[in-house]
């Protein structure tokens, strides 16, 4: 006889709700083009044990490959403590998930299921597991208004039903729950293993983490930085160094134990200094909390060591206005930035208008907002590869030599991402740049700065309501873009917050995005439209002469203090022939100088101008910018291109002073830029008439590119090299412009 099987008729009855309630939804839903989806494994090793050979460690992954992918990395998704995949291919009431979300808006996505969890088998050898009860649940995840146990919780709203045992969305989630390892620290590293097989295999992509997982995104990172592009933290196990205990009023928090002694993880990562074990980390309390509902931090004592390969991360922290970790992720927060992790960008939901939820936010009734607010900060924050070089991409080989440093500077440097849209903004507004502004701003928005900020920036370092940091930024740019120097009291107010390698970053940024500028500007590229339209500003007045300084603020790197990686870098040949002051002084920073050199070798060697017309515009643009030291090397260089020493010195002359018409018109075109930014279309047209696209190309980026090297070596202090040619003089002249007449007095060149 068959076997009859009883089924509890609550059961039945949450089968049949949810069915109902998730065919509703699906009519409602859009299609998904799907190309190709499927599952695979990646990780595990096998081990024998005294019943035969096993696997452990692998990892489940499954995808969908939309039928057009339109975004350039796909998004690896990590789940939390007790959870799978399931989190995100669906929800318990039968809505779409974060996966169909993501495919719809052109990623490929990864789903994965953490090893020893779900579809990723357990073996018993790995260690024992725990779970998590219908109690437990209810109170952290879907019903925390019930209990209370931190003063957010009563402002939870959002779960899509009542959040208790008997409910049929309840049940649909808690039945998808599954045992975890015990051991958290062994979770960690069998996922940083697993993770980075994935990306080994996938390539670059975006990291999206929850909860417990969060730990698993640092240290994937941390072992991959080169194919992390970014990490979306969504509420990420925290808060640093210890557990956070909740236990309701009136005292609400203690500390727990320390679960994570290399301050994010357990397991290691790498700081800058190194650390050869957690003790060598020190560990400080905040005194009070920055308000009553929230946990006191734990922060490094200082000096912070740097969170050495995340630092150039790109990093969203999402908080949900009613979970438990509205108490402490502004402690992650705190603590990545202290460790100069340059791009992290906090969105506390609530202030962003999203009220209500609790820590299981992309589960809840307002998932897809969420993943809205995900999208459009990786829209912003994570470059399509190449896009910002498109307007010069009938120029393949600019594009390989420019590329990497504009990658460098646009996303990569050691600049808090806030500082870094800052300055590029400001030199928009002074370069009167609509490409760079439009481009710019939805990356600044992303980075911190809201509407007004943005807008604030067209005022200038003046402008009231800039804290006296943000000012020197604003007066940094300004100097270079007028003197092609910061000045004493701008350095030192940097200074007072940033370290070497920031301090270089922060010259390079402005001075990188003034070629730019003067680059887009001149070519006409396409502006787009902004979410904040370019604010008209005056262009500084006064003098663009600069003070020689008397010693250098960034000092040579002698060769008793090479690394052996920066030995390689300065003297590949190992002849131990005597190195340029210039190379010195940059490879003080080897994350910099490796893409900046792609860019110097590219114009010197390998553009497309006669070497005697390049000579003439590094030349005319260093005296312009008063650079003793680019004038000397280049008047050495322009003799070796085929210039007199008649040539030599009337270049410091201008345009005017007997050339050719076209020897003029090359100097010109450095005069417009210097003066405004953009070659004038007069000067453009007799330029065209002796150059073809890519030569014209080459023009302004030889121009801009050493108007650059010029602002970094007068505010380095780099002295030039014993027996140097001095720079000349300016005598009456002034340099030509196709503006007025009272433009061009008060753009005058400045003295040596």
Not at 145 to 158: D, F, K
Not at 192 to 214: E, F, M, N, W, Y
Not at 378 to 398: K, N, T
Not at 420 to 443: D, G, Q
Request: glycine share 8%.
């Amino acid at each position: 006889m068959p076997q009859t099987v009883c089924r509890p008729r609550w059961i039945l009855s949450t089968a049949l709700a949810v069915v109902a309630l998730a065919g509703a939804i699906a009519a409602q839903a859009p299609p998904l083009s799907v190309a190709k989806q499927g599952y695979f494994f990646v990780g595990g090793q096998y081990f024998d044990a005294q019943d035969g050979r096993f696997m452990s460690g692998q990892m489940y992954v499954e995808y969908q490959i939309p039928g057009t992918v339109t975004r350039p990395y796909p998004i690896v998704m990590f789940s939390g403590g007790g959870q799978s995949g399931l989190n995100y291919t669906g929800t318990p009431d039968g809505r779409n998930g974060w996966m169909q979300y993501f495919v719809g808006q052109g990623y490929a996505v990864y789903v994965l299921d953490q090893p020893s969890r779900a579809r990723s088998p357990q073996q018993p050898e790995v260690g024992p597991q725990s779970r998590l009860s219908v109690e437990r649940v209810q109170q952290r995840f879907t019903a925390p208004e019930r209990s209370n146990l931190w003063p957010q919780a009563r402002l939870h709203t959002q779960w899509p039903g009542t959040g208790v045992a008997g409910d049929p969305v309840f049940d649909q989630f808690f039945a998808q729950i599954y045992p975890s390892l015990t051991s958290f620290p062994r979770q960690q590293e069998l996922n940083r293993d697993a993770g980075a097989a994935l990306l080994d295999r996938i390539g670059p992509a975006i990291l999206v983490t929850h909860s417990q997982s969060g730990t698993f995104g640092w240290l994937v990172a941390d072992v991959r930085p080169a194919l992390v592009k970014a990490i979306v933290a969504l509420e990420p196990s925290g808060p640093p160094v210890h557990d956070n205990v909740e236990k309701g009023a009136p005292d609400w928090f203690e500390d727990g134990p320390v679960a994570k002694p290399y301050g994010l993880t357990a397991p290691p990562l790498a700081y800058d200094p190194p650390v050869r074990n957690p003790a060598e980390l020190r560990f400080v309390r905040q005194e009070k909390a920055d308000a009553p509902d929230l946990v006191p931090c734990w922060a490094q004592a200082e000096p912070a060591r740097a969170l050495a390969n995340l630092r150039n991360i790109p990093v969203l922290v999402v908080q949900a206005e009613a979970s438990y970790h509205a108490a402490y992720d502004h402690c992650t927060v705190a603590y990545l930035r202290q460790a100069k992790v340059a791009q992290v960008r906090f969105v506390r939901l609530a202030d962003a208008g999203i009220r209500g939820n609790g820590h299981m936010l992309m589960l809840e009734k307002n998932n897809l907002e969420i993943a809205g607010v995900a999208d459009r900060w990786l829209r912003g924050s994570v470059e399509r590869p190449g896009s910002a070089l498109d307007a010069i991409g009938g120029h393949p080989a600019l594009v390989a030599g420019v590329g990497p440093f504009h990658r460098y500077i646009s996303s990569e440097s050691s600049l808090p991402a806030f500082d870094r849209e800052l300055m590029i903004l400001r030199i928009a507004v002074l370069s009167r740049s609509a490409a760079v502004w439009n481009a710019h701003v939805p990356i600044a928005l992303a980075a911190g700065l809201d509407r007004k900020q943005i807008v604030r920036v067209g005022a200038g370092p003046a402008a009231p309501d800039w804290g006296p940091f943000e000012a020197a930024l604003l007066r940094a740019a300004d100097e270079l873009h007028a003197q092609s120097f910061v000045n004493d009291a701008t350095w030192a107010a940097l200074g007072a917050r940033y370290d070497r390698h920031q301090l270089m970053d922060a010259v390079f940024t402005v001075a990188h995005y003034s070629m730019w500028a003067m680059t887009m500007n001149t070519i006409g590229a396409s502006a787009g439209e902004a979410a904040v339209p370019m604010p008209t500003a005056p262009r500084p007045s006064g003098s663009r002469s600069h003070p020689p300084l008397t010693a250098p603020r960034i000092p040579t790197l002698d060769p008793p203090d090479w690394t052996p990686a920066v030995r390689v870098m300065l003297d590949p040949a190992g002849n131990g022939r005597p190195v340029a002051n210039v190379y010195r002084t940059y490879a003080q920073h080897p994350a910099l100088y490796a893409p900046r050199q792609l860019l110097s070798e590219y114009i010197r060697t390998a553009s497309t101008l006669p070497p005697r017309v390049r000579e003439m515009l590094i030349l005319r643009i260093g005296f312009l910018c008063g650079s003793a030291y680019e004038w000397a090397a280049h008047a050495r260089a322009g003799r070796g291109a085929g210039l007199s020493g008649d040539e030599i010195q009337r270049i410091a002359s201008g345009p005017a002073a007997g050339w050719s018409t076209e020897d003029a018109a090359v100097l010109q075109a450095v005069d417009d830029l210097f003066n405004d930014d953009r070659v004038a279309p007069a000067t453009w047209a007799r330029l065209s008439t002796q150059f073809d696209r890519r030569q014209l190309l080459d023009v302004l980026i030889t121009a801009g590119g050493y108007r650059m090297v010029s602002m970094s070596l007068n505010t380095f202090g780099v002295a030039p090299e014993p027996n140097s040619e001095p720079l000349p003089a300016p005598g009456r002249w002034r340099p030509t412009s196709t503006r007025s007449s009272s433009t061009r007095s008060r753009r005058r060149p400045r003295a040596p």
